[in-house]
């Protein structure tokens, strides 16, 4: 199933614009980012309504509040030098 949920205006800044099973489509300054679950696994059981709640933070990050999730638009444009990284606890980086 996927949700269309284009609702760019002119002066929007960022928004979500497709949300489907793989992933979810947002804009950035006028460019569109695919984000896969893959990548951003701890957004694939989010609520749409959380998923929909994504802000412009500064020049060069977007954050989701709701998800508590901040992601730099750098690592939008060039993933690849952006591994994944997940820290479960304080002992992890011993």
């Known amino acids: 199933m996927q949700t269309s949920l284009n609702q760019n205006t002119s002066d929007t800044l960022v928004s979500v614009l497709m949300i489907n099973a793989q992933g979810i489509m947002i804009s950035v300054k006028g460019n569109d980012y695919f984000l896969s679950y893959n990548r951003i696994p701890w957004m694939k059981d989010a609520s749409i309504r959380n998923v929909l709640n994504v802000k412009l933070e500064g020049r060069d990050a977007i954050s ?22 997940m820290k479960r606890n304080d002992f992890d980086n011993l």
Not at 64 to 85: C, F, K, N
């Open 64 to 85: 989701w509040p709701d998800l508590d999730v901040d992601l730099e638009i750098e690592s939008l444009r060039h993933p690849e030098r952006y591994p994944l990284v």
